[in-house]
Each structure stands twice: as C-alpha cells, then as structure tokens.
C-alpha cells in the first residue's frame, strides 16, 4: 500500500559533495587557489539542503509517494463524508485531514530516514563522507531539513485540499499550530528511521520500514476507529509512539469528545502524549547513536 518516498541521494546519482571544502581550516572553509567560498559549514548545509530539494523533485516516486498519496487518499475517504459532523460538531473533514497528513509524515519519517539513509550506508556513501573533510552532521543535518520541508509541503498540499474542497474552517492560528506541528513530526520520527537505516541491513531496511509502518499506521488510528479493528489494535495502540503524536494532532483543533469519537480511543491527558512522544524520540535517538558508533569502530577496526 505504502510506496517507498526515497528521494535520490548523492551516492545513487553520482555527484560530488556539494562545494567540498579543502583540506585545512574549518569545515567548509576552501584554500584552494581561485576556489569558490563554501560559506561555512552553514553554506555548505544550505546548499546540501538544495541539491537534495532539486533530486527529490525530480523524482517521480518521491512526488507520487510523498506528496500525492496523502492528497488523493484525502480526496477519496475524506471528500466525501466531509460535512458529517461528529457529536461534538466537528467535521469529519477536518478530522480526517488530521489523520491522513500524520500519516503521510511518519511514512516520510520512516522511508527517507530508514530506507534512504540505509541505502546510503550500503553504497558505502557514509564512509566516504568520513573519509573527505565534508563533515558527516551536514549530511545528516541537510536530510533532516529537507524531509521536514516535505513534511511542510504535505501539510499545506493537505491543508490547501481540505479547505478549498472539503470546507475545512481554521483561524490562521490553528492553520499554524497545524502546519508547525506535523512539519515538526518528521523530525521527532527520524529517530525511528535512523534506527532503522542503522539497525537493519541495508537491503532489508525497505522491508522493515514497511512491515513496522502499516501496522503502525492502522494501530494508530489513522485509516479508521480503533473501536472498528481488531480489540489488539486497541491494547496496542497506547504503547505506540505514532498513536500518542496523533493524539496531539487531534486535540490541536478537536475537541476531546470528538477526538474520541473519531479514534475511538479515551482521550488522556495532554502530558501523556507529549512523553511517549518525546520519550521514544530520545530512546530511539540513542539506539541509531549507538548502532552508528558501532558500525563507525566496525569499520576501522
């Protein structure tokens, strides 16, 4: 069901660091004879940050898995019963414009940090990086910064369908809130995908992402009511991360009686959410530091 949103990378298209820096000096800093200035390891994030824009969009799959798919699930289950209200008077438009672009970034989350990320290591492109003065933290500074980008262009393609088509009505602070927070989910969930990229072998990164992505995604009540699944998505749901993050979305601009109307899932307090959230960001974020250490001593060793 889920298409891989692999943007590109620099390995699989065969071009240079963007403005590599020289050999001396700081990070980004050229002292070549009539080089041109990187800009810093600033520049030089900026710059990775552009090239990988330019690749993903580019790239039929990413535009079709990464954008599009939210969009027309959108247009094909929440169109349609738009105007249903919930007993607390929201519509079903609304709610399930949240549900759909939170699954539209954990999916981004998953595949660019794990599939992509893992591809990379794979080809040998991380160890190259250690190996050239262009620091690895641009690369991956530059991939976190360009996924949530894509994230802020799904919430707003979403966003845009919703309300000139399904009547979805926010002030402009709950536009923001909205937007602020799902751009912010990719990056909360990059540390699930890093795990992933770093934990599983990279030929078999594809499969695990979406073996752990479907099932996350139905448990956390982003196609339907938990009430309508099986009762173990139910008792599984509240130990899921993905679930907590949707949760949030949903109190964002629902009220709770809505929110448990729609999920089918009691509501808790906001506290709750925001630790499992957290929580699993930092967890996770350990595990990929570790396995990325590992690897690194692997390596030279």
Known sequence: MMTSTARTTGASRGRQLPDEPGTRGEPGTSHRPGARPTGGVLGLLARTVVVDLRSSFRNAEFAVGAVAVPVLLYAMFGLPNAASPLPGGTRVGLAMLVSLTAYGVVSLALFTFGENVAKDRGRGWLRTLRATPFPTGVYLTGTSLTAALHALLIALSTGLLAALAGGVRLDVAEWAGFVAFMTAGVLLFSTLGFAIAFLARPRAATVVANLLFLPLAFASGFFMPLSELPDV???????????HFGQLAYRLVMPDTDVAAFTGAATQPVAVHLAWVL?????LGAVALLAARREAVTRRG
């Open 233 to 243: 998505m139910g008792d599984v749901a509240p130990y899921l991360p993905t679930f």
């Open 279 to 283: 929580g699993s960001a930092v967890l």
